[in-house]
C-alpha cells in the first residue's frame, strides 16, 4: 500500500503526494506488454510523474508517462482526450502524438500495489534540446510565442467534463494561494509574493474569454531544434491543462521567458509580440498582462515552496527555479510600472 499523501493545504493532491517513482523494469514491461515495444526504459525527470523513455530494439523511442496516483481518473482522461483533439485538429503542431495500445486504447489504468491505482499514457519521443539548455534570442521567444498561440487556436473548440477542474497551477486561483503556510527564507520575499497576488486580485475580472489551455508553457516543456535554435521541434506535458482565461497562456509563456536575461522584458516581449500575431488579444487581456506576468512569478516561488517544505528528499529540484524568478522580481521593481505596461502593449500591436 502506498502511502498517504502529505497534508498540504492548497495544493493538489498530486503536488503533495510521495507516491512510490515506478522503476525502469517495470516500464519495459508495459510497454512489452500492452505496446508491444521491446526495448530498455530509462528514468526522465517529472515533476510529480515516473516518465521514460523506451528505445525499442531497432532504435525507436516511445515516451512513457506512468501518472501520479494522486491525478483523478478522469483529468487523466481529459489530457489524453486533448491529445486524440490535438491530432485531427492540428497535426501540424510538434507536439507529442498518442500511441495507442495494442488494443488501440488510448491509455491505460493499472495497478501498481494495493490503493495504488494510475494512468498510464505513451506517445512518440520529442526530440530536441530542452530551451532551458539552449543560447536564447529574441527571434527563438518570438517563434515559441507562435507555436503557443497556435496550440491555443487549436484547443479553442475542445471540451471534456473535466476541463474545468480545480488546480493549483491556474492562474485564476492565484489569490488562493496567499494563505498557504510557506516559509521564505527572507521576509520581504512574502511581502513580495503578496504585492503580486493583491495586485493581480485586483485587477482581474471574470468576462475575460476563456478556453481550454496548456498552461504550462516553461522553457522545460519546449525543445528546439538543434540544427535550427530558432525552430520549436517539441511542446511537451499538457499535464496542467484547464479551462480558464486565455490570456492566462500569453502571461505564463511571457513570466517562463524572461529567464535570466538582464532585462527580463526583452524576451518576455518577443513572446508576446509572436503570441499576438498569431491570436491578438482583446484590450482588457492586454492592460492584464503585466499583473498577470507577476502573479505567474508569484506562483513559480510560491507552489515550489509549499512543495519543498513538505518534500525535503525533492527539495534541490523542486527549487532549482526559484532563485532565477526572484531575481527577475528585482529587475522589474527597479523599472517604473508604466514603461512595463508600455512595453508589454507594444510587444502585443506588432
Excluded at 526495448?39 to 510523474?49: C, F, H, I, R, V
Excluded at 529574441?138 to 471534456?160: E, M
Excluded at 494561494?177 to 486580485?201: C, G, H, M
Aim: proline share 7%; net charge neutral.
Amino acid at each position: 500500500m502506498r502511502p498517504e499523501p502529505l497534508a498540504a493545504p492548497g495544493l493538489d493532491p498530486s503536488l503533495a503526494d510521495i507516491a512510490p517513482q515506478i522503476t525502469p523494469e517495470v516500464a519495459a514491461e508495459i510497454a512489452r506488454v500492452h505496446y508491444g515495444v521491446v526495448g530498455a526504459a530509462t528514468s526522465l525527470p517529472g515533476e510529480k510523474d515516473s516518465n521514460f523513455a523506451i528505445t525499442s530494439e531497432c532504435g525507436t523511442r516511445l515516451f512513457l508517462k506512468i501518472v501520479s496516483p494522486g491525478e483523478p481518473p478522469e483529468i487523466s482522461d481529459f489530457h489524453t482526450e486533448a491529445l486524440v483533439h490535438l491530432e485531427a485538429r492540428a497535426a501540424e503542431l510538434p507536439i507529442l502524438r498518442l500511441r495507442r495500445t495494442l488494443t488501440e486504447a488510448p491509455s491505460l489504468r493499472l495497478d501498481f500495489g494495493a490503493g495504488d491505482r494510475r494512468t498510464v499514457r505513451a506517445t512518440s519521443f520529442a526530440h530536441g534540446r530542452a530551451q532551458t539548455d539552449c543560447h536564447r534570442n529574441a527571434a527563438q521567444s518570438r517563434a515559441i510565442g507562435a507555436v503557443a498561440a497556435r496550440l491555443q487556436t487549436a484547443l479553442a473548440d475542445f471540451r471534456h467534463p473535466a476541463d474545468g477542474h480545480r488546480t493549483t497551477w491556474d492562474l485564476a486561483r492565484a489569490g488562493e494561494l496567499r494563505d498557504l503556510p510557506v516559509r521564505f527564507p527572507e521576509a520581504a520575499q512574502s511581502r513580495r509574493v503578496a504585492r503580486a497576488l493583491a495586485a493581480f486580485d485586483e485587477r482581474v475580472t471574470a468576462d475575460l474569454p476563456r478556453q481550454v489551455v496548456h498552461n504550462d508553457m516553461n522553457t522545460d516543456n519546449v525543445l528546439m531544434d538543434p540544427r535550427d535554435p530558432a525552430r520549436v521541434s517539441g511542446i511537451i506535458d499538457f499535464g496542467d491543462m484547464v479551462r480558464t482565461a486565455r490570456v492566462f497562456d500569453a502571461a505564463i509563456g511571457a513570466a517562463h521567458q524572461m529567464g535570466r536575461s538582464e532585462d527580463p522584458l526583452d524576451p518576455a516581449c518577443a513572446f508576446l509580440s509572436g503570441f499576438s500575431a498569431e491570436r491578438p488579444l482583446d484590450e482588457a487581456e492586454i492592460t492584464l498582462l503585466p499583473a498577470a506576468i507577476e502573479a505567474r512569478m508569484a506562483m513559480r516561488v510560491l507552489i515550489p515552496q509549499a512543495r519543498a517544505d513538505r518534500l525535503p528528499e525533492r527539495r534541490a529540484y523542486i527549487l532549482r527555479n526559484s532563485s532565477d524568478v526572484w531575481r527577475q522580481f528585482d529587475r522589474l521593481d527597479a523599472m517604473p510600472r508604466d514603461r512595463i505596461a508600455g512595453r508589454i502593449a507594444e510587444a502585443c500591436a506588432r
